[in-house]
Nanobody
């Protein structure tokens, strides 16, 4: 059974930082491309950042330069460091894993986490 368990969400003021974590089963982590998506109220889920098995990264334009995705193979954990947060970053953030080369859209995703809420106040 695949499990992706997110943590690290919370309430932060604009300009602040948060780090999200996603713990995965070892087999899932080592064989999957990983990524983060988010969904704000009334909006569709959107891609935030992705990382392939060799560490290649991709970011949404809206977060590039502020967010950093990384993966720690020793801990089977995916991270999203979020700096200079804005109220428009408020959303439910989902960890995602895919068996293809990269996760960029929902169709690339085989497994989803349950989500962790990030709220940025102005």
């Amino acid at each position: 059974q695949v499990q992706l368990v997110e943590s690290g969400g919370g309430l932060v003021q604009a300009g602040g930082s948060l780090r999200l974590s996603c713990a995965a089963a070892e087999r899932t982590f080592s064989t999957s491309a990983m990524g983060w998506f988010r969904q704000a109220p009334g909006k569709e889920r959107e891609f935030v950042a992705g990382i392939d098995r060799r560490g290649g990264r991709s970011y949404a334009v809206s977060v590039k330069g502020r967010f950093t995705i990384s993966r720690d193979a020793a801990k089977n954990t995916l991270y999203l460091q979020m700096n200079s947060l804005k109220p428009e970053d408020t959303a439910l953030y989902y960890c995602a894993a895919g068996t293809g080369f990269f996760v960029l859209t929902g169709t690339d995703v085989n497994y989803w986490g349950q989500g962790t809420q990030v709220t940025v106040s102005s």
